[in-house]
C-alpha cells in the first residue's frame, strides 16, 4: 500500500539520524497529536491541550536542548553538518501533525541560530542560555523583528537596511538598555522565556553595523507582552505584542556584534524559509494522508471517487506537487548543510534561493488545498477532515516572513542583478 | 465613489424598488452585523440570529418572493432575479453565512412562487414554514458523492440523498445520512432532493420536527458560522402530497439556477467589503522604508489592479446571470439546459475569482489579513466554505462539457 513515505526524497542528503527523527516524531504525531488537534482552534487562547503536546515533544523527548553544544546537555545540531537535514526531517512530521505546533516549535531554535551554529556560536550566550532549555517543561524562544510599521521592511534588509526598525539599543556602561514595540513573533503571548530581539542602535541608519541582535529573557523588569491575537488558524502559534521599556540586559547579550548580526540574521532568513517549505511538506502529507482515505470511501458514478478519471487529475496533480516540494525541502536543506558546495547560508543567494523555493511551495500548496476541498465538496470545509485546517494554517506561512512580494523582489534581485527594487 | 459606482452593472437592469431595497439591506448589515462584529465576532446567538431575525422578519426576506395573498412579499414574479441579487449581494456584504442562509430559502421560495411549473398545493401547504412569527430557517438537501458502489439511479452521478414513494395518498422519504447545504441543525424545514422512481428526482418539503427526522450533532466547518450544520436522516418520514415542491429535471435544474446565481451574489456581495478592507489598508500602510504609499507601489498596485479586475468580473457575471433569469421570455426557462449551464459556470467562476481575490487581498495585509480584527479573514473562510457546498467540481465541469461540448455518455 503506497504511503506518505513513498514521497521522494534524494536519500543522499539525509542525516544518519533521519529514520530516529522519522520515527519518534511520527509516533508523538500519530499518538498524541492527530487524536486531539481538531480541538486546538478553540484553545488558541490557553492552550489546555496544546502545551501537553508541547511538552511530551520539547521537554520529556527533549528536542528542545537539539542546538545546543553537546558538553551543554544539547544534541550538538549546531555543528553536526546536517542541521537542515535533521530539522526539515523533524519538522515534517510536526506539520503533519499541525503546522502550528511545527513553527512554534520551529522558532524556538530561530534566535539560538544566531549563537549555536558553527561558524559563529557564541560560547558565553550559549553557556548562559542552554541550562533554560535542559528542563522537562517545553522552554521557547521568540525572534521579535517585526513592528507595528511592518515586517516585510525589517526583513528587506538589501534595500531599506534596517532604517525602518524603531526598536532602539542604546550602549549605557555594560548594558544594553532597549526600547521599542514588536508585533507577532511566534511564542510571544507569554509563550516564550527568551527574546532575540532585532534593534538598532541608531535610527535611520542603513549601516549593517547598526542593526544589533539582542537576547533578552521575557521576565526582565520591562518587557511585558500582551495577550495572544485570535487569527484565521495556527492555534497553537501564539502571538502578540511586546513592549520594551528601558529593558536592561547585559552587554555581552547582544549574539555576533557589529556588522555580524546583520550578516548572521541573514541566516536566520535562510533557515526561516527551510522551516516554512517543511512545514508546507509535512501539512501536505497529511493532506495525501487523508484524501486517499476519502478517495477510496466515497462513490462517485457509483466507483471510488479515485476511480473517475477527472478526480484522478486533481488528485495527480496533488501527489504530483507533494512529491515535488518535499524534493525541493530536502534539497533546499542540503545547499544549507554544505555551505563548501553551495556558498554561505547568509549569502544573498542562498536566501534569494531559499525565498524562491518557499514562495513556490506555499503558492502550490494554497492552490492545491483549495483544488482538493472542491472535489471534496461539503466536506472540504468540514473540520471532520481536517484538510481546511492544513489550508487554513498553511496560507500564513504564505505570508509571513515579509509576504510574497517581498520573495518576489529578492528572487528578482539576485537572478536579474537589480539594483534599485 | 461607492463601489456600486466603481464595478458598474447595466444599471437599467434594477428599478427604483430594487435599489431602496439594497439600501435598506446595506443599512442593515451595516448597523446590525459590521458595528457589533467586533465585540460579537462570529457568535451565533448574540449576533448572528438576531440580525439574521432583524433581516427575514423585519425586513421581510423570509417571504420575499412569495404571492402577498399568501402573506408574501409579492415579488412572485421572475423579475424578482434581479432584486434578489441586489439584496443578497448586500447580505452577503455583511455576512457571507447569512446570504448563504438566505439562498437557501430563496431557491424554494423561487421552486414554490415563481417557477414555471409550480405547484399552488405546496405552495399553499409550504407557506406556513415562512410566514410565522420566528425566523424559519430552510435548508437544501441535494444529491451528493456516495458511499457505496453498483448500480442505482444517480443524479449526474452523485447519489440521491433520499429516495420518495407513495403511499396513503402522500409520500414515504427515506434516506441519508445526508450532508445538507447548510442548517441541518437549526432547519425549520428542508428541501430534499429525492429519487421519486427510477432517478425521476423531485423535491420535497419535508418539516424539520417531522417523524423520522433525525439530526446529527452540529459539525464544526471552516466557515458559515450562521449555518449550524448538521448530517441528516430521513427515516421513513410521512408527509402529504402537497409536499411535492417539484418534479422533474428541469424543474430541479430550475430552482438549482436560481440557488446558483443567489450564491454567486452572496459571494461578489462579500467582494464589496473585501474591497473595502483592502482600500483602507492600501491607503494608510507605508512600505519600503519610510514614506511610499503602499498602494503606490507598482507591484502592489498590479495585483490591486486584479483583485479590483476580479470584484468588476465577478459583479457583472452575477448580474447578468440574474438579468437572464428574470426573462425567461427572452432567454428560456432556469432549467433549460442552456441556461442551467450558465447559472453553474457563473457561480463556479465567481467563487473562484472571489476567492482568488481574497487570497491576493491577504497576501497583500499580510499579518493583518490572517488576524481576525481585519474581517478579511472571515470571508475568505466563508466563501471557500460556500464554494465547497454549492456543487462538487467535478459534477460543475461535468455538466459545463455536456451542455458546452455535446456530451453523450457522462
Ligand atoms: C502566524 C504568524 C507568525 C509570525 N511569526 C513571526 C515571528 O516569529 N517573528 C516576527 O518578527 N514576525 C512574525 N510574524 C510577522 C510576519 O513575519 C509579518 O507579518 C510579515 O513579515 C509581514 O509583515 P507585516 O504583516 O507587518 O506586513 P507589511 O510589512 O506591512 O507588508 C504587507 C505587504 O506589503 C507588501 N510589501 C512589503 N514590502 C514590499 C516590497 N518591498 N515590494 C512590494 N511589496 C511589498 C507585501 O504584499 C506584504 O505582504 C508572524 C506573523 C504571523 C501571522
Known amino acids: 500500500m503506497r504511503t506518505i513515505d513513498d514521497f521522494t526524497r534524494p536519500l543522499e542528503y539525509l542525516t544518519p539520524l533521519d529514520r530516529y527523527l522519522g520515527e519518534i516524531g511520527r509516533r508523538w504525531a500519530d499518538t498524541e497529536v492527530i487524536p486531539v488537534r481538531r480541538d486546538f482552534d478553540e484553545d488558541w487562547e490557553h492552550h489546555n491541550l496544546i502545551e501537553p503536546c508541547f511538552r511530551s515533544l520539547q521537554g520529556e523527548i527533549g528536542f528542545q536542548r537539539m542546538l545546543f553544544p553537546e558538553d551543554l546537555g544539547g544534541w550538538g545540531l549546531g555543528h553536526s553538518g546536517y542541521m537542515g537535514a535533521g530539522a526539515a526531517r523533524l519538522f515534517e512530521e510536526v506539520a503533519r501533525a499541525d503546522s502550528g505546533m511545527a513553527v512554534a516549535f520551529g522558532v524556538l531554535f530561530w534566535p539560538l541560530v544566531m549563537i549555536c551554529v558553527e561558524p559563529h556560536v557564541n560560547r558565553r550566550l550559549c553557556e548562559q542560555f542552554a541550562p533554560m532549555f535542559m528542563q522537562e517543561r517545553p522552554v521557547f524562544a521568540a525572534n ?78 520591562g518587557c511585558t507582552q500582551g495577550g495572544p491575537y485570535e487569527k484565521a488558524g495556527m492555534a497553537a502559534d501564539k502571538n502578540s505584542d511586546i513592549w520594551f521599556d528601558n529593558v536592561r540586559v547585559p552587554s555581552w547579550y547582544r549574539a555576533c556584534g557589529p556588522g555580524l548580526d546583520a550578516m548572521y540574521f541573514k541566516e536566520v532568513i535562510s533557515l526561516g524559509n527551510l522551516g516554512s517549505i517543511s512545514f508546507v511538506s509535512g501539512s501536505l502529507m497529511n493532506v495525501f494522508e487523508i484524501l486517499k482515505d476519502f478517495a477510496e470511501e466515497t462513490t462517485f458514478r457509483g466507483k471510488p471517487l479515485k476511480e473517475n478519471d477527472d478526480a484522478a487529475g486533481v488528485l495527480a496533480d496533488f501527489a504530483r506537487d507533494v512529491d515535488i516540494i518535499r524534493v525541493l525541502t530536502y534539497q533546499y536543506a542540503r545547499m544549507l548543510d554544505r555551505p563548501d558546495l553551495y556558498g554561505d547560508r547568509w549569502s544573498d543567494e542562498i536566501v534569494a534561493k531559499g525565498r524562491a523555493y518557499k514562495y513556490f511551495a506555499c503558492d502550490k500548496a494554497v492552490e492545491d488545498l483549495k483544488r482538493v476541498m472542491n472535489l471534496m465538496g461539503a466536506h472540504g470545509s468540514d473540520r471532520a477532515h481536517d484538510v481546511e485546517k492544513h489550508w487554513r494554517d498553511l496560507k500564513i506561512v504564505q505570508l509571513w516572513m515579509g509576504g510574497k512580494q517581498l520573495c518576489q523582489m529578492e528572487v528578482a534581485r539576485w537572478f536579474y542583478e537589480c539594483e534599485t527594487l | 465613489m461607492s463601489y456600486q459606482e466603481l464595478f458598474p452593472i447595466p444599471v437599467e437592469w434594477l428599478e427604483d424598488a430594487d435599489r431602496s431595497m439594497a439600501e435598506t439591506v446595506s443599512a442593515w448589515g451595516e448597523q446590525e452585523v459590521k458595528a457589533r462584529r467586533l465585540e460579537h465576532k462570529e457568535d451565533y446567538d448574540a449576533l448572528l440570529l438576531p440580525a439574521m431575525k432583524k433581516l427575514f422578519l423585519d425586513i421581510g426576506l423570509q417571504t420575499l418572493l412569495l404571492p402577498e395573498e399568501r402573506g408574501g412579499g409579492g415579488m412572485n414574479s421572475p423579475e424578482a432575479a434581479t432584486t434578489a441579487t441586489a439584496v443578497l449581494e448586500n447580505v452577503g456584504a455583511a455576512d457571507t453565512g447569512i446570504g448563504f442562509v438566505f439562498a437557501n430559502s430563496l431557491a424554494l421560495q423561487y421552486a414554490l412562487a415563481i417557477a414555471e411549473k409550480r405547484s399552488d398545493e405546496a405552495l399553499g401547504s409550504a407557506a406556513g414554514v415562512f410566514t410565522g412569527d420566528d425566523v424559519s430557517l430552510v435548508s437544501l438537501v441535494l444529491p451528493g458523492y456516495g458511499t457505496d458502489t453498483g448500480d442505482k439511479p444517480r443524479y449526474y452521478g452523485l447519489d440521491f440523498p433520499a429516495t420518495a414513494r407513495k403511499a396513503d395518498g402522500g409520500w414515504v422519504v427515506t434516506g441519508g445520512p445526508a450532508r445538507p447545504q447548510c442548517c441541518g441543525a437549526s432547519a425549520a424545514a428542508f428541501a430534499v432532493v429525492c429519487d421519486l422512481g427510477e432517478g425521476v428526482p423531485g423535491v420535497l418539503l419535508v418539516p424539520g420536527d417531522a417523524k423520522g427526522v433525525q439530526r446529527g450533532p452540529a459539525f464544526k466547518k471552516t466557515g458559515l458560522a450562521a449555518s449550524a450544520n448538521a448530517d441528516v436522516t430521513f427515516d421513513g418520514v410521512e408527509v402529504p402530497s402537497s409536499a411535492l415542491v417539484l418534479e422533474g429535471m428541469t424543474a430541479l435544474r430550475g ?72 426573462k425567461p421570455d427572452v432567454y428560456g426557462n432556469a432549467g433549460g439546459g442552456n441556461l442551467h449551464v450558465t447559472a453553474i459556470s457563473a457561480f463556479k467562476q465567481v467563487g473562484r475569482l472571489a476567492m482568488e481575490a481574497m487570497d491576493n487581498t491577504m497576501e497583500l495585509m499580510a499579518s493583518a489579513g490572517y488576524a481576525t480584527e481585519w474581517n478579511l479573514e472571515r470571508y475568505w473562510r466563508d466563501v471557500k466554505t460556500v464554494e465547497t457546498y454549492v456543487v462538487p467540481e467535478t459534477v460543475a465541469e461535468t455538466c459545463m462539457a455536456r451542455q458546452y461540448f455535446n456530451l453523450k455518455q457522462l
Not at chain 1, 171 to 193: F, Q, R, Y
Not at chain 1, 200 to 220: E, W, Y
Not at chain 2, 295 to 323: C, D, F, Q
Open chain 1, 144 to 221: 521579535a523583528m517585526t513592528e507595528p510599521q511592518g515586517g516585510a521592511d525589517i526583513e528587506n534588509m538589501e534595500i531599506v537596511g534596517g532604517s525602518t526598525i524603531q526598536t532602539t539599543a542604546v550602549l549605557e556602561g555594560d548594558e544594553w538598555v532597549i526600547n521599542g514595540h514588536k508585533l507577532w513573533p511566534t511564542n510571544s503571548g507569554g509563550v516564550a522565556d527568551l527574546f532575540g530581539v532585532v534593534c538598532t542602535t541608531n535610527p535611520g541608519s542603513k549601516d549593517p553595523n547598526d542593526l544589533a541582535f539582542i537576547f533578552v529573557p521575557a521576565d526582565t523588569p
Open chain 2, 255 to 326: 430552482m438549482l439556477s436560481w440557488y446558483y446565481m443567489a450564491c454567486a451574489a452572496v459571494c461578489a456581495g462579500s467582494l464589496q467589503s473585501v474591497h473595502e478592507i483592502l482600500q483602507e489598508w492600501g491607503d494608510t500602510r507605508v512600505i519600503k522604508g519610510k514614506g511610499q504609499i503602499f498602494k503606490e507601489n507598482p507591484l502592489v498596485a498590479s495585483l490591486m489592479g486584479e483583485i479590483g479586475g476580479k470584484m468588476g468580473t465577478s459583479r457583472l457575471l452575477t448580474y447578468n446571470l440574474a438579468r437572464m433569469l428574470s
